[in-house]
């Protein structure tokens, strides 16, 4: 579903991502592990095209999505939620739903508001609350959800764990689970224990480059 081969990165004149190439197949669970500035948000952050690569090329479904812009990345059905989340503060839940909803042409529609309030009984109590006056853990599922009003087949989760309580994590890891029944997922952690629980494979990064992969099971 998935392949980046060899990208370089940069900001600026800083040299971000050093030859990185991962794939993934369709249906697959796969994250990306490694310590803070090793590379792994600029990863997912390339392959969407806020910070496009320089050198190499991205491919999804065979499709060349290297020179695109993030709009038109995630309008063949890549969906991604930033580390810091970027709800819409402003905005009511229900209404951060709906702002995101996005049919793609010949995609059956899977996700609706109702949907996901149905399925996420947290944000069905939260629907009319503004998004700025929800907790940190609450942000991110809301997030997540939001994500899913595009009806993403690959789904980019950016350090979804980032600064939650343990419950909180043990809440997103359940959410992971479901949505690999159905969707192919990326995601970056800095925890080898979630990454062997939720993720069928992982590529290690450090400093810019894929220093190790395998399987979850060889990394035990």
Known sequence: MLQVKDIHTYYGESH???????????GETVCLLGRNGAGKSTTLKSIVGWTPARQ???????????????YQ?????????P?????????????NLEVARYVRTGVTPKWSVERILDEYPMLAE????????LSGGQQQMLAVARSLMCEPELLLLDEPNEGLAPVIV????????????????????????????HA???YILEKGRVVHSATSQDLK
């Open 16 to 26: 971000a991502l050093q030859g990185v190439s991962i794939e993934l197949k369709a």
């Open 73 to 81: 990345i995630a309008r063949q059905g890549i969906g991604l939620v």
């Open 126 to 133: 939260l629907a009319n609350r503004d998004a700025g006056n």
């Open 200 to 202: 069928e494979r992982a």
């Open 56 to 70: 190499g090329q991205i491919l999804f479904k065979g499709k060349d999505i290297t020179r695109l812009a993030p």
């Open 170 to 197: 043990k809440q997103i890891g359940a959410l992971i689970d479901a949505l690999r029944e159905t969707t192919t997922i990326l995601f970056t952690d800095q925890s080898v224990h979630f990454a062997l629980q």
């Open 83 to 95: 580390e810091d989340r970027r709800v819409f503060a402003s905005l009511t839940v229900k209404e």
